[in-house]
């Protein structure tokens, strides 16, 4: 929305907050000053210091904005280092990231049946392939134990489901 070709002087852009006309306190600055240069007024509509470059003094505009450039600036980067911090503490306790295993229902039926003495486990992962061929082995004897102590915890009235 906020390039050359689209914005005539005398235009004003609304936005909700600052931050919201770009991702870093360097590109907030950069076009809050080429949007002044061509005439264009800024608008925002709720934060801490509202700007309204057709009302107010340019100098204390220009402090306004980059003082909540920087404070936006800053607030993301401690929003980094907290999302970081718990990744980590997710990845030591386990937790796995990415999508989801598409085969997750197929190994689980595998494991139950292999459990509950309907098969081999080579013919039980070729039985609950969904598309043919087989499931992994390794694969299954790492879910299995994966499943057997979530069964576990269970028992014990640790797990939730």
Avoid at 45 to 60: E, N, R, V, Y
Avoid at 66 to 90: H, S
Avoid at 124 to 141: A, I
Wanted: aromatic share 6%; proline share 3%.
């Amino acid at each position: 929305m906020l390039t050359k070709k689209l914005v005539r002087p005398g235009d004003t852009i609304v936005a909700y907050k600052l931050d919201r006309l770009g991702p870093s306190t360097a590109q907030v600055s950069t076009l809050f000053n080429e949007m002044h240069d061509m005439g264009v007024h800024i608008k925002t509509l709720s934060g801490a210091m509202k700007i309204d470059t057709t009302s107010q003094d340019p100098a204390l505009t220009n402090l306004q904005v980059n003082m909540m450039a920087l404070v936006a600036d800053m607030e993301r980067q401690f929003i980094l280092e907290r999302t970081n911090a718990g990744r980590v503490i997710a990845m030591k306790s386990g937790t796995k990231f990415g999508p989801k295993s598409k085969h997750d229902q197929a190994y689980e039926g595998a494991i139950e049946d292999f459990i509950n003495g309907k098969g081999t486990i080579l013919e039980l992962l070729v039985k609950w392939k969904p598309d043919g061929g087989s499931l992994s082995e390794q694969t299954f004897y790492r879910k299995k134990r994966s499943y057997i102590a979530k069964l576990q915890a269970k028992d014990m009235g640790f797990a939730d489901d």
